[in-house]
């Protein structure tokens, strides 16, 4: 995963270095380059908009043999434009993370669900290239830091269920995220978030996939 990372902030570079070469050399609203390919500037005037983001999140841990759990994100996003086709992002959100596992057989019983309540602040910086007059595409990659409030468990054994909560913590991590905009309004995204928190006298790793939906006023 820290491969892919990389790879794709090296492309997210490469796009912000070609498309600022090609606006110095031409200046006209229209960028062309070798191939053809016109890419209007996304953002013509230096305007912040807001949004309100909502989405599902399909979280696990590092360790091996554990599964996804189901969970949600919601929260607020401020677009902040920097370049013709360059933003940043700032946005604070509530996202419950966690995992499931069962390591059960004829003889043994051992599963169970956690879950975390987490408050994260988020930073990424992206690119966006209209398609047409309808459609834009983006890609941006940031770092995000947070306080998990509150952690839960619920186990079952052989002889008998335990529940109990984990000890809120600090941590944080970084994400990427690759999607559409509609009608200048709608963000559809597919976004990868990593991170680490701090619970108590333990630590926990989540590995979180999400899809998200942002409208922007």
Known sequence: MKK???ILSMGLLCLNLSAQTTENEQPS???EFKSGVHFEPAFTERIIRFGVRGGINFCNSYSSGDK???GANIGIVAEIPLAANVYMEPGLRYSLKGWKYNYSDEDYINKGVSGFHCIELTLPFGLKFPINETVSVFADLGIFGGYCLLGHYSRTYKDGKETGTYKGGFGGGGEINIGAEIFKRYKIALGYDGS???TGSSSSNFSNLHLDLTVMF
């Open 4 to 6: 892919i990372l990389i």
């Open 29 to 31: 609203a229209a960028k």
């Open 68 to 70: 996804n759990r189901l």
């Open 196 to 198: 680490y928190y701090s």
